[in-house]
């Protein structure tokens, strides 16, 4: 009998600790995830971009080439950013793209990633990753492909980097629902200027689906070929301010932390 009563003391425990376990709520509550990232460290991203995000108090994410000049000339401001919660992400040494591509004849033939192997790659991978935590001191980091490539003359790299990154950025044109995210190959919105009027019905679908919306930005009132112009950053990253009960703006670092966690639910 009093053995009867203290299983049934235990099993009671083990309920009430259990039911006190807080539930790990997707997008912390929220309807939807945004995720903003800045490709190819550009002056623009440190003159344009970044005032607006702190303005608002919104963090993003900037894919860093660590050869580029918008890297090597503004070292102290990257510093900066990174110190004030921004994160710096991987986009290789010297941004290699597939030059046997159509439509790629711009790719230089030492930057051509269908004639890299993969060792080439990793060690590129390896010199950004280094030269990133000398500015951040983090060893976490998450990565894009660039020009969204994922193979070298060895075929796919994508499961030979994957140990070294927390989640890995493409440019698919999709949202990302937790269900199906592939966080080696996570999609976004590239924005230009002929799309850049769509950045809130982007954002008002993920609210609908709750869905992660990654936004992927070149130039941001000039700065590259691929443009945002000044005036629909600003209204976008304001609109993300406004409705800030609804989404959760963050890194990509953290929203595939979140989507980890939430997977292994
Ligand atoms: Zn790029």
Request: neutral net charge.
């Amino acid at each position: 009998m009093i053995r009867t009563y203290l299983l049934f003391c235990f099993l009671c425990f083990i309920l009430s600790a259990h039911a006190q376990q807080p539930q790990l709520k997707r997008w912390h509550g929220k309807k939807a995830a945004v995720v903003l990232t800045y490709d190819d460290a550009l002056e623009v991203h440190l003159d344009n971009a970044l005032p607006v995000l702190d303005s608002l108090g919104l963090k993003a994410t900037f894919y860093i080439s660590a050869a580029a000049s918008g890297s090597k000339n503004r070292i102290q401001d990257w510093r900066r950013a990174a110190a004030n919660g921004h994160e710096l992400g991987n986009h290789t040494l010297y941004h290699p793209c597939d030059g046997a591509k159509p439509g790629r004849s711009w790719v230089s033939s030492i930057n051509d990633l269908s004639k890299y192997t993969l060792a080439e790659l990793m060690r590129e991978l390896d010199m950004t990753n280094t030269f990133l935590e000398a500015l951040d001191g983090k060893r976490e980091r998450t990565f894009a492909y660039t020009c969204g490539d994922t193979e070298t003359s060895e075929g796919s790299f994508i499961d030979a980097i994957s140990t070294q990154f927390v989640s890995m950025r493409g440019v698919h044109n999709q949202l990302n629902k937790i269900e199906t995210i592939n966080l080696k190959n996570i999609d976004c919105h590239p924005v230009d200027e002929g799309n850049a009027g769509q950045l809130i019905q982007w954002a008002e679908q993920a609210r609908k689906e709750n869905a992660l919306l990654v936004i992927l930005f070149h130039g941001v009132g000039g700065g590259h070929s691929i443009n945002c112009d000044l005036k629909n950053h600003r209204e976008f990253l304001k609109y993300l301010k406004k409705n800030e009960n609804d989404f959760w703006v963050t890194t990509m670092l953290e929203a595939s932390k979140h989507c980890i966690e939430l997977k292994k639910k």
